[in-house]
């Protein structure tokens, strides 16, 4: 019965999420949450065994979420900015006492760790759908990537096109291109150092 339930669970989180994003295309950004493929392709730059204080911007239906979870310490933070309030109320239902959601957006970011005395994070991992932003919210978001990014950590992009390459790569002097056609649609990472 219980995997019935998860089933009925994963076919409901599809479907909410394809209405959201047909409801809010532009800031979704896809029709559909990222595939077990893209989730352990934006985990793996990831040191899980040293890391306590993770962020993910657009937690979505927490298609990325729940495989940072599983791989998480016990003693590990993870915060989601999320702004889509159904998706808030989906990953607050994850009910695990390491997850932290916030519903704001990502351009906050810096406020919000420095409200809790957080100067620099290791690993920031990304779906918002940059390439859709206007030219100066994009250069805000990744200005507030940059400054809240250890001088050693990685933010990790996902996108499906190169649209907005160029100005990561004027952002980050240190960019890794990946791809897969395991998703729907077929997606780049982007992995980005300092």
Do not use: H
């Not at 999420?17 to 979704?28: D, G, M, P, R």
């Not at 950004?29 to 934006?42: D, I, K, Y």
């Not at 990304?126 to 940059?146: C, D, G, Q, W």
């Not at 992009?157 to 791809?179: C, H, M, N, T």
């Amino acid at each position: 019965m219980n995997g019935v339930y998860n089933q009925w669970g994963k076919i409901m989180q599809t479907v909410n999420f394809f209405v959201e994003s047909v409801k809010n295309l532009k800031t979704v950004g896809a029709l559909a949450a990222c595939s077990p493929t893209v989730a352990e392709r934006m985990t793996k730059p990831v040191d899980f065994t040293s890391t306590t204080f993770l962020v993910e911007l657009g937690g979505g239906t927490g298609a990325i979420t729940t495989k940072i979870l599983a791989q998480m310490r016990s003693d590990a933070e993870l915060v989601v900015f999320e702004i889509n309030p159904v998706f808030v109320e989906t990953l607050k239902n994850l009910n695990d006492p390491r997850l932290t959601v916030v519903n704001d957006s990502a351009l906050n970011l810096a406020d919000y760790l420095a409200s809790r005395g957080i100067q620099k994070v290791d690993y920031i991992i990304s779906t918002l759908p940059i390439s859709l932003m206007e030219r100066r919210t994009r250069a805000k978001l990744l200005t507030e990537v940059m400054n809240v990014l250890d001088e050693r950590g990685r933010f990790m992009q996902v996108q499906y096109s190169l649209i907005s390459k160029r100005e990561i790569e004027q952002k980050f002097p240190a960019v890794k291109l990946d791809f897969t056609l395991l998703n729907f649609p077929p997606v780049f990472f982007y992995i980005c150092g300092r």
